[in-house]
């Protein structure tokens, strides 16, 4: 996946290890597919996590809380335009 490629160390500096078993990679993979799905709110994006085998897959069968995904959106607020703009470079390329 595209995301696997793309240098987020400035995330991993704010993400805090030990509060969420999940790695930034595997929530920025949840988050980005939940916004090309046309869903933005991090509630629907829970509930779908529960009900959509696309979502369950990203997270490895698991479930992830609102706490976690709503987290991790604050902390990606200020880089998603940055993330998306790498993405589209890595699929130029």
Do not use: W
């Amino acid at each position: 996946m595209f995301i696997n490629q793309l240098n987020i160390t400035d995330i991993l500096k704010k993400y805090k290890r030990g509060c969420s078993a999940y790695h930034p990679r595997t929530m920025i993979k949840i988050l980005f597919y939940g916004y090309l799905s046309n869903i933005y709110s991090c509630d629907k994006i829970t509930q779908t996590l529960n009900e959509n085998i696309c979502f369950m897959y990203l997270l490895d069968y698991t479930t992830a809380d609102f706490k976690i995904i709503n987290n991790l959106s604050k902390i990606l607020k200020e880089s998603v335009k940055t993330l998306f703009s790498k993405i589209i470079k890595l699929f130029v390329e």
